[in-house]
């Protein structure tokens, strides 16, 4: 019996047509970027690439466990230094792997992604509302709006800051050893429209990762599943247009996608385009083409 | 369908574990699998490690050289016994490659603080680390 069990991993497990699509995105999104040390880079780019070229690999559990695997060595490699969802990418893939090992497939992987989209978001939210002392007070987007490079464009399109208020504020915002004070401590220059820009990031992101996680871990029956869809979709239309971490947005829309039924083919499509969405949105320079045409 | 609990309770259990050692030993919200990233002001971003050599014909502070930044970033984010040593006894390693004495590493992890109305940022010490090279005469 236990043979006979560990056999079945060994072979394509039978998988519906319309679940191959998240199937096929997941390792889309491991070859997009590739991570880890190089006695796991290669193995996982390697695997990613079967599964895509050979549908027998793809329905097949024990190829979904390695890469489990491999992406837990690369955690591991150099802890803690991983992120968040490097993390949610090993449960996902064992999540598969365990999934192409049951006997209803859909239903298995289905409820697996609700759990750990919903676990992930409800950790996330509190975080932000119970654990940081710096996130509701608006300070964490003030400040990463005013000196973290990666979030520049956004605070100049739609804060309304130039490069030379980035450029003070840095100076301003340099720290001092602790307990020295400056006796004319240089002013923080922040715009209407930036204290705007921050508290609605602050609240909007808060109240839609709520209600992701609140509709991911409700009981079927109370949870509608068009807004559940909604939710997601936008929640990732949204954030990663900004957020630099495409790698997230994908494995969540994956992990949407993975919830559709055989009919809900629009909805299917819906998710693969968001995808493509978010693969432009991190290879498109786009907030500073605006910018570039505004000036 | 007991399967079907062991992904979200795996990421439970590290999110919990994560949680606690945020709170009792000072890892960074963002890093360790308890999705607290874009939560805090308190990443690798605003944390740093300094860094005091002395001998007994030197005490001079020094910059993390390149070959170690990814081991400073780890105990930047995890400011734990072990991973200062780590990074100590690689900057003895280099030290030595170089001819240079060494007797004691003092490494200070600190992150920065923003004043809720002004943003004023001030450095606060995480955590002081001296290590002192074995078999020194």
Redesign the interface.
């Known amino acids: 019996m236990i043979a006979r069990r560990s056999l079945e991993w060994f072979g394509a497990a039978a998988c519906p047509p319309h679940l191959e699509t998240p199937l096929r995105l997941t390792a889309i999104a491991l070859l997009l970027r590739p991570m880890g040390p190089w006695f796991v880079r290669p193995a996982v780019l390697a695997a990613a690439a079967v599964v895509l070229i050979s549908p027998r690999a793809l329905r097949t559990p024990a190829m979904w466990a390695a890469m489990a695997a491999l992406v837990g060595v690369r955690i591991a490699d150099n802890w803690p230094l991983a992120d968040n969802h490097i993390y949610l990418l090993a449960y996902w893939t064992l999540a598969i792997a365990l999934a192409l090992g049951a006997s209803d497939l859909p239903r298995h992987l289905a409820t697996m992604s609700r759990g750990l989209i919903g676990f992930a978001f409800a950790c996330a939210v509190l975080w932000k509302a119970v654990l940081s002392p710096d996130f509701l007070d608006g300070r964490f987007f003030r400040v990463t709006l005013l000196t973290d490079p990666r979030f520049t464009e956004a605070a100049m399109l739609i804060g309304g800051l130039s490069e030379a208020d980035l450029a003070a504020n840095r100076r301003a915002l340099a720290p001092l050893p602790d307990g020295a004070a400056l006796a004319d401590p240089p002013a923080v220059i922040e715009p209407p429209r930036l204290r705007v820009l921050a508290v609605v990031s602050t609240w909007g992101i808060v109240l839609l990762e709520a209600a992701v996680a609140t509709l991911m871990l409700a009981p079927a029956r109370l949870s509608p599943v068009p807004l559940r869809h909604i939710l997601l979709i936008g929640f990732c239309l949204v954030t990663y247009a900004f957020a630099p971490v495409a790698g997230f947005g994908w494995l969540l829309l994956v992990m949407g996608a993975a919830q559709t039924g055989e009919g809900d083919v629009w909805l299917r499509r819906a998710y693969v385009a968001a995808f493509l969405v978010v693969l432009f949105y991190s290879e498109v320079p786009w907030a500073g083409i605006l910018l570039d045409l505004g000036s | 369908?007991r399967?079907?609990?062991?992904?979200?309770v795996?990421?439970?259990v590290?999110?919990v574990c994560q949680?606690g050692l945020?709170?009792a030993a000072g890892?960074?919200?963002?890093?360790?699998?308890?999705?607290?990233?874009?939560?805090?002001?308190?990443h690798g971003?605003?944390r740093g490690i300094d860094v005091v050599i002395e001998a007994a014909d030197r005490s001079e502070a020094q910059h993390i050289p390149p070959s170690l930044e990814?081991m400073a970033?780890?105990a930047a984010?995890?400011p734990s016994d072990w991973l200062l040593r780590r990074l100590a006894e690689g900057i003895v390693a280099r030290e030595r490659r170089y001819d240079r004495a060494v007797a004691v590493v003092k490494l200070t992890v600190w992150r920065?603080e923003?004043d809720?109305q002004?943003?004023?940022?001030?450095?606060?010490?995480l955590r002081a680390f001296v290590y002192r090279v074995p078999n020194q005469h």
């Open positions: 369908m399967t079907v609990v062991v992904p979200p795996l990421l439970l590290v999110a949680i945020a709170k890892l960074t919200a963002w890093k360790g699998g308890g999705f607290g990233m874009f939560s805090t002001l308190d971003a605003y990814e970033a780890r984010a995890y920065t923003f809720h002004t943003l004023a940022a001030t450095e606060r010490t």
